[in-house]
């Protein structure tokens, strides 16, 4: 009669357990996104002042400059939020209890440009 030795396994570890496989899904889907609003929203948001071409910023309405200057702002301090969620969204721990905030940073990341891209596309009449 032979005796069959079990090798002895490890305890498995709660955090190992719980490592989300999914998690690189959410960051990557908005790193791509990301990569093509991004530069649309800097090229039609720059190219937005030609808005004001017919009437001169001086005399244009002062919903479009309103609107104008709403966009600028965007662009210019909706830089470092997107670059703070979008670095978020890929450090967080990879498990499961994070999928929830890794969404909702990669979500995060996409609203600056696309509010800019509405903005551009909802301008009002000179």
Sequence with gaps: MTTQH?????PA???????????????????????FLGPAALLFGGLS???TDSCGPDDCSPALNTQLSVIYGTLTFGTLPTLAAWIT?????????WSAWRTGAAITTLLP??????LVFTLPAP
Excluded: G, H, K
């Design 6 to 10: 079990i090798a002895a396994q490890p």
């Design 13 to 35: 570890r709660a955090d190992v357990a719980e490592r989300d496989s999914r998690a690189w899904i959410a960051p990557l889907v908005a790193t791509i996104l990301l990569a």
């Design 49 to 51: 002042a030609m808005a």
């Design 89 to 97: 969204a890929w450090a967080l721990p990879w498990q499961r209890r």
């Design 113 to 118: 440009p696309l509010f800019v891209l509405l």
